[in-house]
């Protein structure tokens, strides 16, 4: 309701073309092209982050606080990834659990909101409007302590060890024996992942998948 009230009083401009109306307007959508990709068996993302448009709506969701920027992501990772099974009859068996990858406590201060927890959000309630239950457990995993961000770390080792350990695990009782889902924004070299779970998996999940935004 406060987002809804603050939208009509700084009206919201594409991050594309300026336009006013919305964060991203129909004609600039349409040049960011779907170009699904899976790394690995088990992580799957959406757009290319070498697409100018999608690296500037990441950051405008992170930054510029343009939720509905998350809310579009979400929407789109849906439609992708989640909405076959909605409408299929391969329905899993197990309950299917959306896990955010958290930010640090200086950027959730900062921003107000944990941007991949906004994701994640909208992929549950599209998953809702067709009668797909996914269960979200936002604050699951936390950063147990700050860290650089990634793309600072230049190289590969530096980027392991700097999430080495950055993740704790609250209520991990509530993913035992069902598939995760992981949620996140960009996927460089996959060490944040790797990291994120590591930690879940000590939980004894079925299995552990990932949805990103870009890579
Ligand atoms: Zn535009």
Not at 21 to 33: D, P, Q, V, Y
Not at 45 to 70: C, E, I, M
Not at 183 to 204: C, N, P
Request: glycine residues 6%; aromatic residues 6%.
């Amino acid at each position: 309701m406060l987002e809804d009230f603050l939208t009509l009083l700084f009206p919201e401009h594409c991050i594309g073309c300026n336009k006013t109306g919305s964060a991203l307007c129909a004609i600039c959508e349409r040049s960011i092209t779907v170009k699904a990709h899976a790394l690995g068996t088990t992580v799957a993302t959406l757009f290319d982050y070498q697409n100018p448009l999608v690296k500037r709506a990441l950051w405008a969701l992170k930054y510029h606080r343009k939720r509905s920027l998350g809310k579009y992501f979400g929407i789109a990772l849906y439609r992708e990834f989640f909405k076959s099974v909605a409408q299929g009859n391969t329905r899993p068996k197990e309950a299917i659990v959306l896990v955010p990858v958290p930010s640090g406590k200086r950027a959730l201060r900062l921003r107000g909101y944990n941007h991949s927890g906004v994701i994640a959000a909208a992929i549950v309630q599209a998953a809702k409007a067709d009668g797909l239950v996914l269960e979200l457990e936002a604050n699951m995993l936390f950063k147990k302590r700050e860290n650089e961000q990634q793309v600072e770390a230049r190289t590969k080792t530096k980027r392991s060890e700097n999430v080495a350990h950055v993740f704790g695990v609250r209520t991990g009782e509530r993913i035992a024996g069902k598939t995760v889902v992981l949620v996140d924004d960009v996927i460089t070299t996959g060490a944040t992942i790797a990291e994120a779970k590591r930690a879940l998996s000590e939980w004894k999940p079925r299995r552990i998948l990932t949805v990103a935004v870009a890579h």
